[in-house]
C-alpha cells in the first residue's frame, strides 16, 4: 500500500491590501489549495502594536499543504513579502491534520489539484 503523505493545514494572516498578490504568488508555486477570507482584527491597539500590524483589516488564508513543502511556502513568505525580517508583515503557522473522515477525501483533493 503505497504510503500518504502527511498533510497540514497552514494559516497566513496578511494585510489586506496584499490579498491578490498573496494569492496570485501562491497559485505560480503550484500552492492551489488554499481559501481567503477578510478579517478584521479585534485585538487591543497595544496588543495589535505589539505585533506590529497598524490596520485592523486582514486577509486570512488557510492551505491544505504536504508536510513536506512547508520549508518552502515559509522560504517563499520570507522572499516575496518579508516576512520573518520585517515587523508587521503577517503571520504564519501550521497546524497538523491528525483525522479526515476518509481516506477518500486525501485522494480526491489529491486528485483535483493534479487536474488543475
Not at 502527511?6 to 490579498?19: G, L, P
Not at 504536504?66 to 520570507?78: G, M, P, Y
Amino acid at each position: 500500500m503505497q504510503e500518504i503523505e502527511k498533510y497540514k493545514i497552514a494559516f497566513i494572516i496578511i494585510e489586506d491590501n496584499k490579498r491578490n498578490k498573496l494569492s496570485k504568488c501562491l497559485n505560480a508555486n503550484d500552492f492551489n489549495c488554499h481559501f481567503g477570507s477578510i478579517g478584521k482584527g479585534t485585538a487591543s491597539s497595544e496588543l495589535a502594536s505589539l505585533w506590529g500590524f497598524s490596520e485592523p483589516e486582514k486577509s486570512i488564508f488557510f492551505l491544505i499543504i504536504e508536510e513536506s513543502r512547508i520549508q518552502e511556502l515559509f522560504n517563499l513568505l520570507k522572499t516575496e513579502f518579508n516576512f520573518a525580517s520585517k515587523r508587521g508583515v503577517g503571520l504564519a503557522f501550521t497546524v497538523p491534520i491528525v483525522s479526515i473522515a476518509h481516506l477518500d477525501m486525501i485522494k480526491h483533493l489529491q486528485s483535483k489539484i493534479i487536474e488543475e
